[in-house]
């Protein structure tokens, strides 16, 4: 839905060939968290290609509420002064995070262990979403919380006035969870202790370090331990935002699938716990070369050159990579029914608790098109049908969920009739630019 709550139904027709430069939008990952780190540090941190989606915004106007100053300088230039770690003032209003699971969660990790109390709430598709995955672990801290049934928002928050340190082995791969945990350490006299049994995202524990705090992760034979001396004084940083990976991967799959394309996408970053997608691609036979490869700010990065690849074939993706691509199995999806074969996705029970079930979502909107599609709880196969050959003709429904929406839009690029979403308003939680970036390469994308 739009920021007024009408829905946006688009349509994808078959085009291209794609060429071009696609510059993709900051990283939603480290956008949110510069701007709650900026807001703990003491002194102005100056953050530079912010991702102003909406999800990310939403969290600026949240540091806000809690006594940070938030400078939007134009440009995606952008600057926080601190309230210093414990120094969050209890907001006046409900936070809203909109759509955004990352803000909500990392928030209430933030505030847990402030003697504040704090309301939260979201949209419909947030409001559904599981906070008790966040709520278990501060209660260990001493914060308090009373949700709706199920653990879900609007949710009250009320945070522990004398925290004490925690150890913490987190249930299922997470990123927000673990960082929410690390968050909450950091008002906390001792050590916090987090593990994790798969390596997720670890840009919480890099960008911690470069605040100052004292933070190590361990590789054990109980997975990564990462233990983090509580309250520090974080000193502000100026950060460069690196280009999102989970963004290039829709102009990238569009190159791949469309006939006749080159498209140069630059700056990307290749953290590890991000890439699994383009390991992928490449494992599938996709013409996907890295340009340029370089380390920026303690980050991988490269510029990626995608190429129509009309021979690709599916492959089993390892299970033990789902984290490091958690974001882009919708997207994967779709190149998948573009392939020649079965593309078998294990390991992934985390889509169904995303922006909507993922799986679900996808196999409904790829089964409509023409694609045969099998599921469980925690796996599904995409039977490919070869380049070129999805019928598609069908509209699908998004359930507020940005990635959803523009899967099926590179869906649409290359399938044999348009194929439609339902409502295209979630796209700007993360991507506002979608839809004249791919225009801009030679792609037809209409709301309609
Ligand atoms: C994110 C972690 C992942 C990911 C989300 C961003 C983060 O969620 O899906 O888009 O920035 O920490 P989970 O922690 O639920 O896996």
Redesign the pocket.
Known sequence: MSAHGTPIPMTAYASGPLTGEAHVPGD??IS?RSLILGAMAVGETKISGLLEGQDVLDTAKAMQAFGAEVTNHGGGNWSVKGVGVGGFAEPDNVIDCGNS??GVRLIMGAMATCPITVTFTGDASLNKRPMARVTDPIALFGAQSVGRSGGRLPMTIVGAAEPTPVRYTVPM?????K?AVLLAGLNVPGETVVIEKEA??DHTERMLAGFGAEISTVETEEGRVITLKGQPELKPQDITVPRDPSSAAFPVCAALLVPGSDVLIPNIGLNPTRAGLFTTLREMGADLTYENERVEGGEPMADLRAKYSPNMKGITVPPERAASM??EYPVLSVVAANATGDTVMRGVK?LRV?ESDRIDAMAKGLRANGVEVEEGDDWWIVKGLGAGNVPGGATCETHLDHRIAMSFLVGGLCSQKPISVDDGGAIATSFPIFETLISGLGGKIERT
Do not use: L
């Open positions: 939603k990952s949110h699971g990352t791969p997470s990123a927000q969870v960082s997720t995202r958690i974001d985390e995303k």
